[in-house]
């Protein structure tokens, strides 16, 4: 079973609409969240970090919820800029720190 | 400020040689990482190097092997290329333990 997991889509969007999509993780010693996103061929970049009890950055939501141990990210009034590969990613408490465990990518497609 | 600079940018290789890849962190970010990408799939932790030690060491065979220079650059070596070695490969920088990662623009390794 991978570490992190994530439906890989694509979520085919209208522009201005909402998406959401989840992202499970298997070890409960995950300790820290993110969500990067990535254009194609190009680096991930950190679109947000993941805390307890939720946060919002302008259109975008992140959730955690460890008793279910998955994250998800809402992505409101979507913009065609936000077509990209959304990688969810996690920390283990037993690994080195440096070392980020990424599922495989979830694609959103938004169209006109 | 200069991000995460990676060198070069591609590059093409035959079975059987070694490849030698760059990476330059953020001004003083102190911790190096390196991450495979292949196509389809999430970067993979490759190691991880703190103030010039290995502090994190992923699932890769003894092939691959790096370093870190006092100036905090770092390279990553890549011995007895095989046909699966081509990837994307992802340098990421950080200042501590609990800052997120930032990634360079990577390389592209394609082996003939």
């Known amino acids: 079973r991978k570490e992190v997991e994530q439906d890989p889509g694509p979520f085919n969007v209208p522009e201005g609409a909402t998406v959401a999509f989840n992202c499970t993780y298997s070890n409960s010693a995950s300790q820290s969240f993110f969500w990067y996103r990535q254009d194609c061929r190009k680096e991930p970049k950190l679109l947000m970090s993941?805390?307890?009890s939720g946060n919002e950055d302008g259109r975008f939501t992140a959730q955690l919820n460890r008793a279910s141990q998955y994250i998800s990210l809402l992505i409101r009034d979507s913009k065609l800029s936000d077509s990209a590969t959304y990688l969810c990613?996690?920390?283990?408490?037993?690994?080195?720190?440096?070392?980020?465990?990424f599922g495989a990518g979830t694609q959103v497609v938004v169209t006109p | 400020d200069a991000g995460v600079t990676q060198s070069p940018t591609h590059l093409i290789k035959t079975r059987g040689q070694h490849v030698t890849l760059r990476c330059s962190p953020i001004?003083?970010?102190?911790?190096v990482s390196w991450y495979q990408q292949v196509l389809g799939q999430g970067p993979q932790f490759i190691f991880q190097y703190y103030e010039k030690e290995e502090r994190g060491r992923g699932n890769f065979p003894d092939r691959f092997s790096a370093r870190q220079f006092p100036n905090y650059s770092s390279e990553l070596n890549v011995n007895a290329l095989l046909l699966g070695d081509s990837a994307l490969y992802l340098c990421?920088?950080?200042?501590?333990?609990?800052?997120?990662?930032?990634f360079g623009d990577g390389t592209r390794l394609s082996i003939l």
């Open positions: 990421a920088s950080s200042f501590q333990s609990n800052q997120p990662q930032h």
């Open positions: 001004s003083g970010h102190k911790s």
């Open positions: 990613v996690v920390t283990l408490l037993t690994d080195s720190w440096g070392k980020l465990q």
């Open positions: 993941v805390y307890s």
